[in-house]
């Protein structure tokens, strides 16, 4: 299990053997907030088999407007969840996989999110060496 705080949100990454959420929790309380499957194994989608989650390497961050973003899945996509609800709110498919933390900066006025897609290592995706950058909406 991996732990790291964000101001009141403590964030936490777990594991089972069968699948893989993304859970955050309350710093005060350690109530969960909310908890989803992260990744997906679209071979199993196209049979008709629920969202399990990927086995994943990478971290998280969250925005002060209230966005979760979290690379870091076997099926290489780049997602921004609700702080609030863990609802995803978009997804990039990415050209290997953001086995990375994101990170995000302003720039004249205008907030990016930038993720390393390298891919391959443990997960033996394809490799890559990109760095993916994002501008986020004026407003949400």
């Known amino acids: 299990m991996q ?27 350690g109530e969960f907030l909310w908890q989803v ?3 997906e194994f679209w071979e199993l989608t196209a049979r008709g088999i629920p969202q399990t989650g990927t086995p994943n390497f990478g971290g998280s961050i969250v925005t002060a407007g209230g966005l ?7 099926d290489e996509m780049f997602r921004a969840f609700d702080k609030a609800t863990g609802k995803v709110l978009w997804q990039a498919q ?12 302003m ?12 891919g391959a290592g443990k997960l033996g995706t394809k490799a890559g060496d990109w760095f993916v950058c994002f501008a986020l909406p004026n407003e949400r």
């Open 68 to 74: 979760v973003f979290i690379g870091g899945t076997k």
């Open 94 to 105: 990415l050209p290997a996989g953001g086995y990375a933390t994101p990170s995000t900066y």
């Open 37 to 39: 499957p992260l990744g």
């Open 107 to 118: 720039a004249n006025g205008k907030q990016y999110v930038v993720i390393a897609a390298g």
């Open 3 to 29: 732990m790291r705080k964000h101001g009141e949100i403590e964030e936490i990454q777990s594991s089972t053997e069968k699948t893989e959420r993304y859970r955050l929790a309350a710093k005060r309380s």
